[in-house]
């Protein structure tokens, strides 16, 4: 167990509709990441936060949106749903940000839009 | 720049050798390696740092060749336990994420 809490586990919904998956942090850490990971692909970055702040952002859709929140949680938005968007999405912490933290993965959300 | 690892499949005995490379066309500043099994979540691993620095479990050894911007992770005498997907996730200075290979899938067999 990382320490790192996502809800739901799962979720299934329609195409067109709207999703919000939601992250709690390892105690203590700061910096909050969200990835993407389709079938038998690899880990894609979506978006960093680090204490309420965005930190970095990767190829992330503009259906899609995140925040970091002042108890530090993290909620990802999804809009206008695609088939496409079925997919692993995982939540990471760690303490700071930069190439020296290593990253807590949470156990996923795994969306199935039909 | 997606780095590019090899071999994409390994297929190892109990308490044979295996090396996974990471490669990237783009200087480093760090790299990362992570173990995921199927159904579960990406475990780290280690992380090494341009400069030599680097952090990690004690058991997994792995190196960084900041010239070639490559990473190499050595497990040795495998374990049942090794089987699973190594991800290595790369990061260019000032960019500040990690930017994860398709992965290298890693069966150990009795």
């Known amino acids: 167990d990382s320490g790192v809490t996502q809800t739901p586990k799962h979720l299934i919904t329609a195409t067109g509709q709207r999703v919000t998956l939601r992250c709690s942090p390892r105690s203590g850490d700061l910096s909050v990441y969200w990835y993407q990971q389709s079938l038998d692909q690899g880990l894609q970055f979506l978006i960093q936060?680090?204490?309420?702040?965005?930190?970095a952002k990767g190829n992330i859709l503009e259906r899609f949106s995140a925040q970091q929140f002042p108890d530090l949680h993290s909620e990802l938005n999804l809009s206008s749903l695609e088939l496409g968007d079925s997919a692993l999405y995982f939540c990471?912490?760690?303490?700071?940000?930069?190439?020296?933290?290593?990253?807590?993965f949470g156990p996923g959300t795994r969306l199935t839009v039909l | 720049q997606q780095p590019v690892q090899s071999p994409q499949a390994v297929i190892l005995r109990e308490g044979e050798d295996a090396v996974i490379n990471c490669s990237s066309s783009?200087?480093?500043?760090?790299v990362h390696w992570y173990r995921q099994k199927h159904g579960e979540a990406p475990v780290f691993l280690m992380i090494?740092?341009?400069?030599?620095e680097q952090k990690g479990h004690e058991k997994i050894s792995a190196s960084f060749n900041e010239k070639k911007q490559q990473s190499s992770l050595y497990l040795t005498a495998s374990q049942l336990s090794y089987s699973g997907t190594y991800f290595c996730?790369?990061?260019?200075?000032?960019?500040?994420?990690?930017?994860f290979g398709t992965g290298t899938r890693l069966l150990v067999s009795p």
């Open positions: 936060y680090y204490n309420g702040e965005e930190r």
């Open positions: 783009k200087a480093l500043y760090s």
């Open positions: 990471a912490s760690s303490v700071g940000w930069g190439g020296y933290n290593e990253q807590f």
């Open positions: 996730g790369t990061e260019e200075p000032g960019f500040q994420k990690l930017v």
């Open positions: 090494l740092l341009k400069g030599g």
